[in-house]
């Protein structure tokens, strides 16, 4: 996700043509707060390893996204 926002720019062109910020940097904030909860508690049922732990939150927001949260 970060790599995809760096090579394409923290702002993209709108449907407009006007210059929009980047539509994935909506998902920084709960994948933040997703990895600051991991690191805080050690619950069993969420991965140890922290690029898991970011896949996760990464997937969990998508999700989230396309049921329109």
């Known amino acids: 996700m970060a790599a995809q926002i760096v090579a394409e720019g ?3 062109p709108g449907s407009s ?7 994935l940097l909506r998902f920084l ?3 933040d707060a997703a990895l600051s909860a991991h690191e805080k508690m ?7 390893d922290p690029k898991e732990a970011a896949r996760a939150a990464a997937v ?6 396309r049921r329109g949260e």
């Open 10 to 12: 923290v702002t993209v």
């Open 17 to 23: 043509g006007v210059p929009v910020a980047h539509p």
């Open 29 to 31: 904030g709960p994948l």
């Open 42 to 48: 050690a619950d069993p049922t969420t991965p140890t």
């Open 60 to 65: 969990a927001a998508l999700e989230a996204y």
